[in-house]
């Protein structure tokens, strides 16, 4: 029995959903010292080692108790695929059989990984297959943390430097988890990441932003893609509930670091929100934000019945927002040949491919070596 499988049989609970302190509780009520959950938490975030054989600085009987009381496995990877652009897709599937997507986007200076906080999502925007799924369930914080610790294992000796929650879900509707798994990525004895590297990107939760700003002010994006009250509505459901104005004055609120600032996600679609009135909408909705706009074209999926913006009508708009001082940059999802676009893959899988994520290290190495 693999890796994996033994995962997915699992009932024990997950060794990375636990944070510092409820290691050093957990240690407390075994009877040992304090400092060796300190000691855990540092094997497994920091080195990113996942058997607690391993952990030699512990005592065997404790790391015969690790192992018996908790699951230590990875995530069980369905399937694994890399796009001509480097980056790379891995679909996962839960205990419940469930599937969710991570994607890897190395580039020369940092390796980002975009990481889902949920299966599904419940939000129904029209543009998006994630929300055709409906939601499934939450992923617990060990499970969000599984998808660096898979990621870095998928890496040939790099890790993760950046972080941004744009997978599958909307990350507000599951804040507890989420802001737990942001919390152990920037501690120092985690994974260690600056907080300016962690994106949270939200379709608009504007109490819950409230919240993060007070709890972890991480850095914001917002799927904004109209400024027009009646327009947005109609694309995310989510603006009946928080309009545009109510969304404003979170973000106005919202302590973001006054050099990055908030960035906005515009999804260009022809005819629906790509004329230059569209964009002078924008212009006024973003005044008083120091703001970044994201112009993705629409990336098509069976069924979807719009289309991406035409050439022109995309550089007019950017242009109208640069000569306005807004950073406009046009981007293209990535692995676009892997289905690259958020909740493509899950939706359109056909054949399992079980890998294990520590022959797949193997594999790798030995690549190397040969190269
Ligand atoms: S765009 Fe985001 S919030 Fe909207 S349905 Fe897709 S995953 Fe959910």
């Not at 040992?32 to 607690?52: E, M, R, S």
């Not at 000796?157 to 509707?173: A, S």
């Not at 907080?195 to 939760?205: A, D, E, F």
């Not at 306005?324 to 893959?345: E, H, K, N």
């Amino acid at each position: 029995m693999n890796l994996n499988s033994l995962n997915i049989l699992s009932s024990k609970p997950l060794a990375f959903d636990l944070s510092l302190d409820e290691w050093r509780a957990w240690c407390q009520s075994q009877g040992l010292a304090t400092f060796v959950g300190k000691q855990i938490f540092l094997w497994i975030f920091q080195k990113g080692t996942l058997d607690p054989e391993e952990f030699s600085n512990i005592s065997k009987e404790i790391r015969l108790r690790l192992k018996e009381k908790f699951s230590w496995n990875l995530p069980l990877v369905d399937s694994h695929l890399c796009s001509k652009d480097g980056s790379e897709k891995l679909l996962i599937k839960d205990r419940e059989g469930n599937l969710f997507e991570m994607v890897l986007m190395p580039y020369e200076e940092r390796v980002t990984l975009c990481l889902s906080s949920q299966v599904g999502c419940k939000r129904g925007c029209t543009f998006c297959q994630t929300g055709r799924m409906g939601l499934k369930r939450n992923l617990s914080s060990g499970e969000i943390l599984s998808q660096i610790l898979l990621a870095n294992y998928c890496l040939k000796g790099r890790r993760v430097t950046n972080v941004v929650f744009m997978g599958m879900g909307e990350p507000l509707d599951n804040f507890d988890e989420v802001v737990k798994a942001c919390q152990i990525m920037i501690h120092p004895d985690g994974f260690g990441l600056s907080k300016q590297r962690v994106t949270i990107s939200t379709s608009g939760l504007a109490p819950e932003i409230d919240r993060l700003g007070e709890v972890l002010p991480v850095r914001l994006a917002i799927s904004l893609h109209s400024a027009d009250d009646e327009r947005r509505s109609r694309m995310m459901p989510v603006n009946r509930q928080y309009n545009l104005a109510t969304l404003k004055e979170s973000l106005l609120r919202y302590p973001a670091p006054h050099r990055l600032g908030i960035t906005f996600e515009y999804v260009m679609i022809e005819g629906e929100n790509d004329s230059i009135q569209d964009a002078k909408k924008l212009v006024k909705y973003l005044s008083g934000i120091r703001a970044k706009v994201n112009l993705i074209p629409i990336n098509h999926f069976p069924g979807l019945e719009m289309k991406a913006s035409q050439a022109d009508s995309l550089r007019a708009f950017q242009r109208y927002l640069a000569d306005r001082s807004i950073p406009a940059p046009v981007r293209y999802s990535r692995g676009q040949d892997i289905s690259g676009g958020c909740g493509q893959l899950a939706a359109k899988r056909e054949e399992e491919i079980h890998l294990d994520p520590r022959e797949l290290h193997r594999q790798r190495r030995r690549e190397l070596r040969k190269n």
